[in-house]
């Protein structure tokens, strides 16, 4: 007899990660290959999470504790309870945990077309009935979301800022929005680019804190600290949310070096503020020189731009053209967006190689200069 997964695993779609640079480098024959395809920290990990790590390598034959240290050393950080707190494998794990917690097969989840595709993965793998609207200006459009929710809905992921489209929502938008929703509905709110927010929109606001009964918030130590390779992120929410989900996790997510990265990251504020500033910097740079271009993109409150294409072929030759050049950036069709591309924010050095790069394919090929708006 032959063994096969169900229906639901046989037809989902799995997550891609951004091209590797040694495969853009073996297939194109180049020496020298920059990323600007995953949102990384373009100036490396944290220092201080660097020497957390080292310092936890001697530890390793030991089991890790479950995440409590750094739960304790989060809660203490925020002003909130442990049993407030979770940690895991990034923020997918922690909300792989939550969807596993509290939805079973065949309920209804609810969230906006254009966001992160690891929702829609989650989503699918569970075999969850999966809910969504269309964007407005690339962005979420708050209300049609509160018109679909219905007696099935269970919970509602909202990104802010959005992953791949940059947009954010503000406090008076998102108390309208929540007032709305039924109390035993899950509002998860991934805030995975909140730090780039909170410094560039007056407007932004975090949910954690201030704790609601329904809401779960997620944040990751990959963006701004720099640490994607070692999988850390944390979520906060009422105790009514978390315990449940703590019976559910992994008993040992995250590893030890993973979590004792994250304690180190927390308190690491020059990197943080360094981040911030060189993604200020560029992200004014590469606006400026999209207008020079002609190039439209949407506004972002993240570390990345999103570019609007006339046509699937068009950005799927952009993308193609920007890796003969060394740079690969990310197509969007896992987002339901195929014909727009996401171009991480980099370095200086980085983001004006990408701009060159840019010049030359649109004198080269003319029909970007017909790129939507």
Do not use: W
């Not at 799995?14 to 920059?34: N, T």
């Not at 809660?75 to 945990?97: C, D, F, H, P, W």
């Not at 992160?116 to 459009?141: C, E, N, Q, S, W």
Request: hydrophobic share 40%.
């Amino acid at each position: 007899m032959k063994i096969t997964p169900p229906a639901h695993i046989a037809a989902l779609q799995a997550y891609k990660p951004g091209k590797p640079i040694e495969e853009v480098m073996a297939e194109h024959g180049l020496a020298d290959v920059i990323k600007l395809a995953s949102n990384e920290n373009p100036l490396g990990p944290s220092p201080k999470a660097m020497e957390a790590v080292s310092h936890a390598l001697a530890g390793i034959h030991h089991y890790p504790n479950g995440g409590k240290s750094l739960r304790e050393a989060i809660a203490k950080k925020y002003r909130l309870s442990i049993n407030q707190v979770i940690a895991g494998s990034g923020s997918e794990g922690v909300m792989n945990t939550l969807m596993r917690t509290f939805l079973e097969k065949g309920d209804e989840v609810l969230t906006s077309d254009g966001t992160f595709t690891g929702f829609y993965v989650l989503a699918h793998a569970i075999g969850l009935k999966l809910i969504t609207v269309p964007m407005r200006d690339f962005a979420y459009d708050l209300n049609a979301i509160v018109n679909c929710i219905s007696e099935n809905t269970k919970l509602i992921y909202l990104a802010n800022p959005n992953n791949p489209t940059g947009s954010v929502f503000g406090s008076k938008v998102f108390e309208a929005f929540y007032h709305q929703v039924p109390k035993d509905v899950i509002i998860l709110c991934d805030e995975a680019y909140y730090d780039f927010a909170i410094s560039d929109v007056p407007d932004y606001f975090t949910l954690m804190d201030d704790i609601r009964p329904n809401v779960f918030t997620l944040r990751t130590f990959s963006k701004s600290h720099g640490l994607a390779g070692l999988r850390i992120g944390f979520g906060t929410g009422p105790e009514e949310i978390i315990v449940p989900m703590l019976k559910v996790k992994l008993p040992f997510e995250p590893s030890s070096p993973a979590q004792a990265a994250g304690i180190a990251a927390l308190d690491d504020d020059e990197f943080l503020a360094k981040t911030i500033e060189i993604n200020q910097i560029g992200k004014e740079y590469l606006k400026q020189a999209f207008r020079e271009l002609g190039i439209p993109f949407a506004d972002t409150a993240a570390n990345f731009f999103l570019l609007p294409f006339a046509s699937v072929e068009a950005a799927n030759e952009f993308v193609a053209e920007m890796e003969r050049r060394g740079i690969i950036v990310r197509p969007l069709g896992g987002s339901g967006l195929p014909d727009c591309v996401r171009v991480s924010i980099g370095t200086m050095e980085e983001n004006e190689r990408a701009i060159r790069a840019m010049k030359e394919i649109m004198t080269r090929i003319p029909q970007h200069s017909a790129l939507s708006t």
